[in-house]
């Protein structure tokens, strides 16, 4: 049993080693090489008076929410909000499956929020769309690819923000998007609008990525947000059998290996793909542990592992197994989590080293997402992997729980945008 879960343990020169090949990963992404997108958001720091009234949309991997938010003397009132699941019967889009298409989507992001508006106002639109886009410039971008297994027809190549204005125009709602942003870009704003250190900012949800402040963009010869997307990194990962299958069996093989490896959507898979192999190598469990189906992909969810975590009733109820069987279960939910908590971390040094090579200065990395902010062990792991591995320097970086960033963060990148010279159409 112990050779057999060992491939998934991180060892402390192996943490060192990812850090210095994500380091090195990032000085090559911006010269247009590596696994790196490293994408222009068109964005710096905010400069914290931003003010106004905004309608803030955010799509992500789970969730569809729009807000209608105001930013007033560094304060942010959340008005009117709602809220939709992806997998909504209304909407249909379930897993690896491809049964709606762009249009269906943003009629019916439209129609939410039409819910949150006052009918005889105008509005400028933030929105946070946490999908690899190529941005010209804090509006406009185009559409990479769908990932997270969420697949719409009629939008890989399009223009989101386009998409999104002229469902809006079939509405006739009053509303003008003005910035996009990616999820961690959302994060970082609401962080640094509230804590002027923040220099990195990541999401560890349903997907994970990282975006950070890189000083003297060469585009701009100022300081830019750029967003990694960072779950396509994949150098040195301590990748292993159950890994590939997981990747060969998904919507996108190939792609985002570390996302893979890390975020929320995987978790549950990579458990149960572990159950299934032990099954099949003879260590069969003698409780009726598969008399709960968990032969169906994604029948494991990162929510079960969070509940198996916290109190190992839940697991001996789910799987009606012996108490035995389900300690061996915690313990490979335990290592499953503690791998993606160190890798991430690793992720994390590569980025402070690029910005700060001798650790003079003071970083504050802003996370936001359902797997940081509620696995047990996952906080925890984290900043103690970064210590472990930079000792006392490590008292330099800050980690901290920043929550709903997407949605205050899209409402401060709409106010940048309708007072920069970058005109909106309006
Ligand atoms: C995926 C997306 C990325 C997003 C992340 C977290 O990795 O590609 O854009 O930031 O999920 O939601």
């Not at 009918?119 to 941005?135: A, M, R």
Request: net charge neutral; charged share 25%; with cysteine.
């Amino acid at each position: 049993m112990e050779a057999f879960l060992k491939p998934y343990e991180v060892k402390t020169n192996k943490i060192l080693e990812i850090a210095g090949n994500f380091k090195k990963s990032l000085s090559l992404g911006l010269n247009g090489q590596g696994p790196l997108m490293m994408l222009p958001s068109y964005i710096g720091k905010p400069c914290g008076n931003e003010r106004g009234t905004y309608i803030a949309l955010d799509i992500g991997g789970t969730n569809i929410r729009a807000a209608r938010i105001t930013l007033d003397h560094k304060q942010i009132f959340y008005e009117a909000e709602v809220t939709t699941s992806f997998k909504n019967p209304e909407l249909l889009i379930d897993y690896s499956t491809n049964r709606t298409t762009a249009e269906e989507l943003y009629d019916y992001i439209a129609e939410i929020i039409s819910t949150i508006i006052k009918k005889e106002e105008k509005y400028f639109l933030g929105f946070t769309f946490s999908f690899p886009v190529k941005q010209e410039n804090i509006l406009n971008a185009t559409l990479i690819r769908w990932v997270k297994e969420i697949d719409v027809t009629g939008a890989v190549g399009e223009d989101p923000s386009k998409l999104l204005l002229d469902a809006l125009l079939r509405k006739k709602l009053n509303i003008r998007p003005a910035a996009m942003i990616n999820d961690t870009v959302g994060t970082f704003l609401h962080a640094a609008w509230i804590e002027k250190e923040t220099d990195i900012a990541s999401i560890v949800g349903t997907g994970h990525n990282t975006c950070y402040l890189q000083e003297n963009h060469e585009l701009t010869g100022k300081p830019m947000i750029v967003n990694m997307e960072s779950a396509n990194f994949n150098i040195g990962l301590p990748y292993t059998q159950i890994d590939k299958a997981l990747d060969e069996n998904s919507s996108f093989p190939g792609t985002a290996q570390l996302e893979k490896m890390v975020s929320g959507v995987y978790l549950g898979e990579l458990v149960r793909r572990i159950l299934l192999d032990l099954n099949d190598h003879g260590l069969r469990l003698k409780g009726k542990i598969f008399k709960k189906n968990i032969n169906h992909p994604y029948s494991l969810e990162a929510r079960d592992i969070s509940e198996f975590l916290c109190d190992s009733k839940n697991i001996t109820d789910f799987f009606s197994c012996t108490n035995s069987e389900a300690e061996m279960i915690n313990n490979i939910c335990q290592l499953i989590v503690k791998r993606s908590a160190r890798l991430v971390a690793a992720t994390y040094i590569g980025t402070v080293l690029h910005i700060d090579e001798r650790l003079d200065k003071k970083h504050v990395i802003a996370i936001d997402g359902s797997v940081y902010e509620k696995m047990p062990y996952f906080r925890e792991e984290v900043s103690s992997t970064i210590k472990e591995v930079l000792g006392e320097k490590s008292d330099h970086i800050k980690a901290v729980l920043v929550k709903g960033g997407s949605g205050a963060g899209a409402a401060i990148a709409a106010a940048i945008a309708v007072n920069s010279s970058f005109t909106v159409s309006r």
